[in-house]
């Protein structure tokens, strides 16, 4: 077994909760995400001069200022739209790493799931996972070690470890 997909699979269950707190981050980023208005970008460009000697009177707007807000307007929206979509790239990068590893776990022996799902989902420590499962603790680093394994050679089966 490759060293390499044992290390990669380590890494994914030693992150799983924080990339689960990444999804749900991202998921509220997406349902409300930070925008600049159009009015907003256009009130600042326009009045935005002030009094700086250039002869205009406060509050006075010029053609050019309008045309460089209407023109910024649609910028705004891509730059919006952008935001949006890189979100939207990242969660779904984020759910397929988590939703392949929930299922793999589903595939291993009762014994070795549960050991992985308290242990690395949950985020329970070996002693309360030892007490969880009804054995001693070195029995469980035993279940951890063949379940990681048993991982390993999933992902290496399906080529799904970069």
Request: hydrophobic share 40%; with cysteine.
């Amino acid at each position: 077994m490759n060293q390499d997909i044992k290390t990669y699979v380590v890494n994914l269950l030693e992150t799983c909760q924080e990339r689960k707190q990444k999804i749900a981050l991202l998921h509220y980023e997406l349902k409300h995400p930070a925008q600049i208005s159009e009015i907003e970008m256009i009130n600042a460009m326009a009045l935005g001069h002030g009094n700086s000697g250039s002869g205009h009177t406060d509050g006075h707007v010029s053609d050019k200022t309008l045309y460089i807000a209407l023109n910024y307007q649609n910028r705004v929206e891509k730059l919006n739209t952008d935001t949006r979509e890189e979100i939207a790239i990242q969660l779904v990068e984020l759910e397929q790493a988590q939703k392949r590893l929930e299922y793999y776990t589903t595939l291993l022996e009762k014994r070795q799931a549960m050991v992985v799902r308290i242990a690395y989902f949950e985020g329970l420590p070996w002693d309360e996972v030892a007490r969880e499962v009804g054995v001693a603790v070195r029995t469980v680093h035993k279940i951890k070690i063949r379940a990681l394994e048993q991982l390993a050679g999933m992902y290496q089966f399906t080529g799904q470890h970069s």
